[in-house]
């Protein structure tokens, strides 16, 4: 099974101010036969279901604000999020989905101070 | 109106058996892949089980197989889950969730399974 390591556990971020969160996978996410890397990023926001953040690595999903990024390659992946707001408080997953078993990472609680 | 809802969830003793039901209603839900997600009390997200489109191929978590049976009916837009052999382990909201291509994603809110003698 792919291993999903996600780091830091938790975060605490001023207001308008960027934060990072990484993803590690224990094989490469790459499929060399259509160029694409799948992984995705869910945000669970207090109390409601994961939404779609990013997918295939960095295509941000229908109506997420353009503040919310993702890059990396192979392996090692990073959410970034370039001014915090309020609202994007939560639990943030990365999750592979090259090969089932589908696989999520541990996630990251995101606060704001 | 594009949604999953989940239903069945409930209160079921150790060893028992309990049957999940999702209803898709707003998009081709005979064309998708449909997942299982489940998440135990304050824990992450864990992957349950998966089928595809026409029910030809089937996945399971090692944590649910021999247990737990994934089926669908296209014909009643209707993904079930037949959890038998429960245990405390399992106590999880259960996320009826579908994937597509170009970033359609979908999830239901959630269906409480609490197993407790």
């Known amino acids: 099974d792919i291993v999903m390591t996600q780091s830091p556990l938790s975060l605490s971020v001023t207001p308008g101010e960027p934060a990072s969160i990484s993803c590690r996978s224990s094989?490469?996410?790459?499929?060399?036969?259509?160029?694409?890397?799948?992984v995705d990023w869910y945000l669970q926001k207090p109390g409601q279901s994961p939404q779609l953040l990013i997918y295939?690595?960095?295509y941000r999903a229908s109506g997420v604000p353009d503040r919310f990024s993702g890059s990396g390659s192979g392996t090692d992946f990073t959410l970034k999020i370039s001014r915090v707001e309020a609202e994007d408080v939560g639990v943030y997953y990365c999750?592979?989905?090259?090969?089932?078993?589908?696989?999520f990472g541990g996630g990251t609680k995101v606060e704001i101070k | 109106e594009v949604q999953l809802v989940e239903s069945g969830g409930g209160l079921v003793k150790p060893g028992g058996s309990l049957r999940l039901s999702c209803a898709a209603s707003?998009?081709?839900?005979?064309?998708?892949?449909m997942t299982w997600v489940r998440q135990a009390p304050g824990r992450g997200l864990e992957w349950v089980s998966s089928?595809?489109?026409?029910?030809?191929?089937?996945f399971y978590a090692d944590s649910v197989k021999r247990r737990f049976r994934i089926s669908r009916d296209n014909a009643k837009n209707s993904l079930l889950l037949q959890m038998s052999s429960l245990s405390a382990e399992d106590t999880a909201v259960y996320y009826c969730?579908?994937?597509?291509?170009?970033?359609?994603?979908?999830w239901g809110r959630g269906t409480l399974v609490t197993v407790s003698s």
């Open positions: 969730h579908v994937r597509g291509v170009d970033g359609f994603d979908l």
């Open positions: 707003g998009f081709t839900f005979s064309s998708y892949t």
């Open positions: 295939a690595l960095s």
């Open positions: 999750m592979q989905r090259i090969e089932f078993p589908l696989t």
């Open positions: 094989q490469s996410l790459l499929d060399s036969d259509v160029g694409n890397t799948y």
């Open positions: 089928i595809t489109a026409t029910s030809s191929n089937i």
